[in-house]
């Protein structure tokens, strides 16, 4: 009997539902995508020169030029997570002759892009961005 107990309270100690598992993905991730959106909100102003948002944001990943031989600068930026927490009960459930598992899976994209444009002399005269997340 004492055996039984014994048992009966390690398999529900080791053992995690998947409801378990999906309150912890859906916790998990503080992710360092939004910041960047955060500090284009931030820190880039009319008036910058191109020296102080590369300070910021860093090289961009395309220039062009418009009509007027005015630099636009794109920044264009996506990012995949995927998180997935598991748990096996198989230590406890070993003795039974069968191994338990539940899990569960986030999967999730986040897309950023800034546009910048310059004025003749070098300065940011405009800027504008873009950001989703599905």
């Known amino acids: 009997m004492r055996f039984s107990l014994l048992l ?10 998947a409801g378990d598992h999906a309150a912890q993905v859906g ?12 500090t284009v909100q931030r820190e880039i102003r009319v008036g910058m020169t191109t020296a102080e948002v590369v300070a ?15 630099e636009n600068w794109v920044y264009d930026r996506v990012s995949s997570e995927t998180v997935y927490s598991s748990g096996a009960a198989g230590a ?3 003795l039974l002759g069968a191994v338990a598992s ?3 899976t986030r999967r999730s994209q986040r897309t950023l892009t ?15 961005y873009r950001s989703s997340s599905f």
């Open 92 to 94: 406890n459930v070993l």
């Open 102 to 104: 539940s899990g569960a």
């Open 27 to 38: 916790a998990g991730g503080v992710s360092n995508d939004r910041l960047a959106l955060g």
């Open 114 to 128: 800034i546009i910048i444009r310059y004025d003749g002399v070098g300065r940011v005269r405009d800027f504008s």
């Open 56 to 70: 910021v944001l860093g090289a961009p990943n395309m220039v062009t030029t418009d009509e007027q031989r005015r």
């Open 8 to 17: 009966a309270a390690g398999l529900l100690a080791g053992c995690a539902t």
